[in-house]
């Protein structure tokens, strides 16, 4: 069963909250991608919903969630909600599954909040950012191309995206319905504050020091194989700092995986066992 409820966020701005299953088995706390929303994570609930609780939120901006300033959107406020939506709804432990900013909201919780963490899925994204993918996010996240229908938005998609790992005419489609919606003009437009990419013009911080706050975190990281976001340098990086971390390569995905494909959907069902 999947119920949507929306909490108040310290400032009083409407937080939605999605939250599938049930159950005492250890909880899923997913954080979407910077731009994306808790339903990139049906599926995951589909599969590993039985027996426990997943809980997914749309950031202040994006999907249901109320709209608001550009300084409203930095990630040190996204962090905030994140740790006030788990005591709202009492999530007080979990495994966290984060893909892109997401995960990098997964490595603040392990300074912030290091008790709330049974363990840390890191979905194509670590402490080095690629450069040629963070342009491509700063060009996606800023546009709204104001789609005529569904199979447009899914063909833009598709010339945007081409590394994802999305094949047929449906998949895009799919996807599309979870990055654009009809608006009062009748064409499609993003799910998010396309301002939101004014906060990419931050300089990236040192994130090491965040990864290493997972130091004690049983980990997983999924990497797309094609990804320009998570590049492989980082990754060796990585694993040399955490010999026991977990890594799944989607050889044909780029960022991010959608945690479908067989060496994702494996390596989490491990994972969580």
């Given at each position: 069963m999947t119920q949507g409820?929306?909490?108040?966020?310290?400032?009083?701005?409407?937080?939605?909250?999605?939250?599938?299953?049930?159950g005492s088995g250890m909880p899923l706390l997913c954080l979407p991608g910077l731009v994306r929303t808790a339903g990139d994570f049906a599926a995951v609930a589909a599969r590993h919903g039985a027996g426990r609780r997943v809980v997914a939120l749309d950031y202040i901006g994006r999907?249901?969630?109320?709209?608001?300033?550009?300084?409203?959107?930095?990630?040190?406020?996204?962090?905030r909600d994140v740790m006030d939506v788990?005591?709202?709804?009492?999530?007080h432990r979990a495994v966290v599954i984060g893909t892109s900013f997401g995960g990098l909201l997964a490595m603040a919780l392990g300074a912030a909040?290091?008790?709330?963490?049974?363990?840390v899925v890191l979905n194509d994204v670590g402490p080095e950012i690629g450069t040629a993918g963070t342009d491509l996010v700063r060009r996606f996240v800023a546009e709204d191309p104001a789609l005529p229908d569904l199979d447009a938005a899914g063909a833009h998609l598709r010339r945007f995206?081409?590394?994802?790992?999305?094949h047929s005419d449906a998949e895009w489609r799919e996807f599309a319905?979870?990055?654009?919606?009809?608006?009062?003009d009748g064409r499609w437009h993003p799910l998010w504050d396309t301002?939101?990419?004014?906060?990419?013009?931050?300089?990236?911080?040192?994130?090491?020091?965040?990864?290493?706050?997972?130091?004690q975190v049983p980990l997983l990281l999924v990497h797309g194989g094609r990804s320009t976001l998570l590049l492989a340098a980082t990754v060796a990086r990585m694993r040399a700092a955490r010999p026991d971390m977990a890594v799944a390569t989607v050889p044909e995905s780029g960022h991010a995986p959608t945690l479908a494909e067989p060496?994702?959907?494996?390596?989490?069902?491990?994972?969580?066992?």
């Open positions: 409820h929306d909490i108040t966020a310290w400032d009083g701005l409407s937080v939605r909250v999605t939250e599938w299953g049930g999907g249901a969630s109320a709209r608001a300033s550009v300084a409203r959107y930095a990630p040190e406020a996204m962090l788990c005591a709202a709804v009492h999530l909040r290091p008790g709330l963490l049974a363990g995206l081409p590394d994802l790992s999305l319905a979870l990055t654009y919606a009809p608006g009062p301002r939101i990419a004014r906060t990419l013009a931050a300089k990236v911080p040192d994130l090491w020091p965040l990864f290493g706050a997972l130091a060496e994702a959907v494996a390596a989490l069902a491990d994972f969580l066992r």
